[in-house]
């Protein structure tokens, strides 16, 4: 099956060709005709399986097949909610790459950058706005947005918006769209409370789910690695080096230990960031385009960044602390293995965290192989870290963007960056793609 087979217009499948993209995906082979009949859809499919194409290519051809008259509308005739900063900004960049050639204008309006700059680009006139709800909220406090004209309203990455307390606002935004519209809820998990948000906001939806619920990616292979608390962060750089990772996506429980994590990486001669939400939104923008470009070889990150980094072939996905959320394993894990590329995703696993990696086994029923290394394992006591674990030496000066600290590596493969971050630019094996 082809793309032209599902209805899409001959530019839309241009636009998806010029992308790479030849064969539909299982939920877009289902969700693509759904969408273009016009009714409302309940879709549920595990990260990676070209979700959000599923949605945005029949989004883009019935707004293409609009009257001249409503095209020039200033008013949006599409919105599409999401949690994250990072979504927002990827699904805008997903509506600008395959309406290339349709002429439809978008714009991506979240918290964390001036909101003067969307408020210049709505005035101006949009066919789909990409939003989070918080900021979605201040534009229609300010008067800034007219969602009178919405005809299609898509909830995206629903389960995690319901995670992070974002109902209420959902139910706000709910509460000033059009009663006539089209509804389509995507998650990647059907939970009770999902289903209670689908019967108040569907009509007779369509319902898709291509994966079984918080099912593990099958092109995804799992380690655990014994390790004393006080050990991991020498576990981690050693697995790094030794085994030459690159583009490792690292997941803290904290945005303490993010920061921490990422300063301590660079001290091993390991370039890396941290992204969490109290970076800045330049500073999360930046420290993703070095990592998606492969000029970085690490990122540190809080679970904001489990859902919606859309990284092609990423080979790594590290669990520097597991999750208390065994669901939350799925969904960070879910970075890599993406659209039939295979992926690693290996945990760093303390004492106190057997029963985490237990619960996380019942979850997705499979067994998740442990392998210890000499030297790093829970065979001696566990040394207790020092109240003050700076008290011996100076605090070093931070990296402006993560957090880390400005010394740069002995010169192996690496190189450092002019703003005293440590860098790599070139450090990727011969004959590995870095990513794109």
């Known amino acids: 099956m082809s793309f032209s087979t599902l209805g899409l217009s001959e530019d839309l499948v241009r636009a998806v ?4 993209y030849t064969e539909p995906t299982p939920i877009q082979r289902e969700a693509i005709p759904a969408v273009l009949a ?14 959000t194409a599923a949605f945005v290519l029949p989004i883009l051809q019935r707004l293409a097949l609009d009257d001249a008259p409503l095209r020039r509308r200033a008013q949006p005739r599409v919105l599409i909610v999401v949690p994250t900063r990072e979504l927002a900004a990827q699904v805008e960049e997903s509506v600008r790459t395959y309406g290339k050639y349709t002429g439809l204008r978008s714009v991506a309006i979240f918290g ?32 800034t947005i007219d969602l009178s004209q919405i005809a299609t309203l898509v909830l995206d990455e629903a389960d995690r918006m319901l995670d992070m307390g974002f109902i209420h606002d959902i139910r706000r935004i709910l509460s000033v769209l059009p009663k006539n519209r089209q509804n389509l809820l995507f998650s990647a998990t059907f939970s009770d409370d999902i289903r209670k ?5 569907l009509k007779d939806p369509k319902t898709i789910q291509v994966a079984a ?15 004393t608390r006080d050990r991991k962060r020498d576990l981690l750089a050693h697995l790094i080096k030794e085994r030459q990772w ?11 230990g ?3 994590l990422a300063e301590q990486l660079c001290r091993d001669g390991i370039p890396s960031l941290a992204i969490h939400g109290n970076k800045s939104q330049s500073a999360r923008t930046r420290a993703l385009a070095e990592f998606k470009s492969g000029e970085l070889q690490v990122l540190v990150a809080t679970d904001i960044a489990a859902r919606g980094l859309d990284i092609v072939e990423l080979p790594h996905v590290v669990n520097y602390d597991l999750p208390h959320v065994p669901e939350d394993y799925v969904h960070r894990i879910g970075r890599t293995g993406r659209a039939g590329s295979d992926g690693e995703a290996s945990s760093l696993m303390a004492p106190d965290e057997r029963k985490l990696v237990a619960d996380i086994e019942r979850l997705i029923r499979q067994s998740l192989p442990k392998e210890v290394i000499p030297g790093f394992d829970q065979g001696g006591p566990e040394r207790r870290p020092q109240n003050n674990p700076f008290a011996s030496e100076r605090r070093p000066a931070r990296h402006p963007a993560s957090g880390a600290a400005p010394q740069r590596p002995e010169p192996r493969r690496n190189a450092a960056g002019a703003n005293g971050g440590a860098r790599a630019r070139h450090y990727a094996p011969k004959g590995r793609s870095r990513g794109r």
């Open 38 to 51: 016009g009714g409302d859809l309940l879709g549920g499919a595990q990260t990676g399986t070209g979700k």
């Open 112 to 143: 964390g950058v001036n909101i003067n700059p969307q408020i210049q680009r709505l005035s101006r006139g949009v066919d789909l706005v990409i939003a989070t709800p918080g900021r979605l909220l201040d534009h229609l406090q300010q008067r």
């Open 17 to 20: 060709s010029d992308h790479g």
């Open 197 to 201: 948000l689908a019967t108040g906001l």
């Open 213 to 227: 619920r918080n099912a593990a990616a099958a092109n995804v292979s799992h380690k655990v690695y014994p390790v």
């Open 258 to 260: 993010a920061n921490r």
């Open 246 to 256: 690159f583009q490792v996506l690292v997941f803290t429980r904290t945005k303490h």
